[in-house]
């Protein structure tokens, strides 16, 4: 289907069973959850979704269940997080032939690459690619930074539709506008700068919460785009403890913990990582625990069609 790039999209988190391997089951479950809670996309096999664990054909197998689920409901994007271009090109390939409506593309993974070579692997990527692509920005946790003015020097990719940034800095959402007008669509990629970012004029949320708490990401996201600010910052400041568990290299666990809390899903992950303990669990629970004694009532908003 056509990727109206607008919204929220969760970055859903692969499940697994005790013994590591896919469930599938618990899948289907959790992406058709999301989708019926208002949500306007998914992207499966990102940073949350523990890319960097699965194979090939996982990740394949993956993004054909959440096709499957969504039935034409809701686009599905597939992430792209390789370590060289061939690898890259091969997972755009199959998943295209599996069912992705577009593509969610890294630059290059664990080589840090300079702006020439980054700007040559996406080319490279999207000539091949045969859906739209969402290209993520997030120095930060990769060392790589596609600035303002390489969005620029790529717009002239049809296939670059659109951009999530998580650069952890507000003032890119301004400053990639100011370069490169309405070019792309614009989705911030850090939980607790969503609210900020939409008003500045971001299109969307790819959002890491919202997997647990998806109809008030949803709600957020609707009033902020209905002018109704004061009723999102409402939302957004009982939200906020929560959002900040995004923004940690412990997302994952974090997510998953709050997933299980919430009722709609497990805390298993796959090694290296290991769920939470001690006093750091602790904490994390007591964060999640306060945010579900206290759930607001959300007001109506009204949908895109």
Request: with cysteine; net charge negative.
């Amino acid at each position: 289907m056509k990727v109206d790039w607008a919204g929220v999209f969760p970055a859903v988190t692969t499940k697994f069973k005790e013994d590591e391997s896919l469930d599938h089951a618990e899948m289907e479950k959790h992406f058709d959850f999301q989708i019926k809670a208002g949500v306007h996309g998914l992207v499966v096999t990102g940073s949350l979704g523990e890319n960097s664990t699965l194979t090939a054909e996982e990740k394949q197998a993956v993004l054909k269940t959440a096709v499957a689920v969504s039935s034409g409901r809701v686009p599905v994007l597939a992430c792209i997080a390789e370590t060289t271009t061939v690898e890259a090109c091969r997972c755009a390939e199959s998943g295209a032939k599996n069912g992705a409506d577009g593509f969610m593309l890294l630059p290059p993974m664990r080589y840090v690459s300079d702006a020439r070579e980054t700007m040559q692997y996406l080319r490279d990527v999207a000539l091949v690619a045969e859906r739209p692509i969402m290209i993520y920005n997030n120095p930060v946790a990769y060392g790589v930074d596609v600035t303002p003015e390489m969005f620029a020097e790529l717009a002239d990719e049809p296939k670059f539709a659109a951009i999530k940034e998580s650069s952890d800095d507000i003032r890119r959402v301004t400053d990639i506008i100011n370069f490169v007008g309405d070019r792309y669509q614009l989705f911030v990629g850090v939980d607790n700068l969503a609210l900020e970012s939409l008003v500045l004029g971001a299109d969307g949320w790819l959002a890491g919460l919202v997997c647990a708490f998806p109809k008030e990401t949803v709600a957020i996201y609707y009033l902020v785009k209905a002018g109704r600010i004061d009723e999102a910052v409402k939302i957004y400041r009982w939200f906020k403890p929560v959002l900040d568990l995004d923004v940690s290299t412990k997302l994952v666990q974090n997510i998953k913990l709050a997933e299980a809390m919430a009722g709609v899903g497990n805390e298993n992950v796959r090694k290296p990582r290991l769920p939470l303990a001690g006093e750091e669990r602790k904490r994390v629970m007591q964060i999640i625990s306060k945010a579900l004694e206290t759930q607001l009532e959300l007001p109506a908003v009204t949908k895109r069609k």
